[in-house]
Each structure stands twice: as structure tokens, then as C-alpha cells.
């Protein structure tokens, strides 16, 4: 079944930067872990979000990123590949990502790892919003244009107005 509406559940996560020669030859690995899920109930295959920057995550830096952001992996503590859909990458700031869990729980923790260069890894937005029938990212163009992306490839993308 199709959900049209996306849950406004937005994790908080706590990082703890390991700086490792980490699985599949990634240089860094930082394990991720759930804070801001209080809900009793599993929820399963669930896109959390994921905010990273150099002020809040310690120990986190782009510099240590291969490339814009593509060199990233995301996966369960038993190494099983977890989807993603990169919704802002801003080295200057804060980026955004989505990263869909087979079972969002309270203290879920997973890991990203990254510092290997030119890899697409699980990194789909489609594949991290399949089971929804359109999730829309707004982005403003320097002209002042608001574009409304959707996520799910389904296509349904248009322009605020």
C-alpha cells in the first residue's frame, strides 16, 4: 500500500567519529544513534533524517570527503547497506540526509562511513522513498524560483507558486 503523506518524524542524532580503516576501505566511520524517537511502536522501512555538520557532529569535517558528498555509505552495525536520498550537501554548513531504516526503534544506531572516493553505494532517493507515491523536496533557484522536486520517481515534481 502507497502512503501519501510523509510522517514528520525528525531524529536527532548523537555521532561518535571513529577515525578507522573502516569496512570496504572507507577512511571514516561515525556510528549514528537515534535521539529524538520516543514512540513505543516499530516503525518499519522508515526514512530518518540525518543532519551532519562541522559545529554540531565533533570530530566531523568535509575535508575528509573524496568528493561531494558521494563517497558515503550507510549501513546497519552488521554491515547490511541502508538507501539514502541527499537532500542538501552544503560544506559551508549544515547537509541533509535521508536514510531509510528497516526498523526505526528508540537508540537505533547505525553507521555512515566515507573517505573513499567516487562510490554510489546505496545512495537512491527512489529506493529510499519507495513506498511512497510523492515526497517533495523545495529548493530555491537564485532567481528566486521555488522548484518542487519529487524524490520517489514517480515524477510528480512541479514549481511552487
Known amino acids: 500500500m502507497k502512503r501519501y503523506a510523509v510522517a514528520a518524524v525528525l531524529a536527532v542524532f548523537c555521532g561518535v567519529l571513529v577515525a578507522s580503516a573502516s569496512t570496504d576501505g572507507y577512511a571514516k566511520e561515525l556510528t549514528l544513534t537515534v535521539k529524538g524517537y520516543?514512540?513505543?511502536?516499530?516503525?518499519?522501512?522508515?526514512p530518518v533524517l540525518v543532519r551532519l555538520s562541522?559545529?554540531?557532529?565533533?570530530?566531523?569535517?568535509?575535508?575528509?570527503?573524496?568528493?561531494s558528498g558521494k563517497d558515503i555509505r550507510f549501513a546497519l552495525p552488521d554491515g547490511t547497506g541502508l538507501a539514502y536520498d541527499c537532500d542538501t550537501w552544503n560544506p559551508s554548513g549544515e547537509s541533509l540526509f535521508w536514510v531509510k531504516v528497516p526498523a526505526l526503534?528508540?537508540?537505533l544506531r547505525f553507521k555512515m562511513f566515507y573517505g573513499k572516493g567516487e562510490d554510489e553505494g546505496a545512495g537512491s532517493a527512489k529506493a529510499t522513498w519507495s513506498s511512497y507515491v510523492g515526497v517533495w523536496h523545495e529548493n530555491e533557484s537564485g532567481n528566486g524560483t521555488r522548484t518542487v522536486v519529487d524524490s520517489t520517481g514517480n515524477g510528480i515534481s512541479g514549481t511552487s507558486s
Open 38 to 46: 520516543a514512540g513505543t511502536e516499530v516503525l518499519t522501512n522508515f
Open 54 to 67: 562541522e559545529t554540531k557532529v565533533p570530530g566531523f569535517r568535509y575535508a575528509d570527503f573524496k568528493s
Open 105 to 107: 526503534t528508540k537508540g
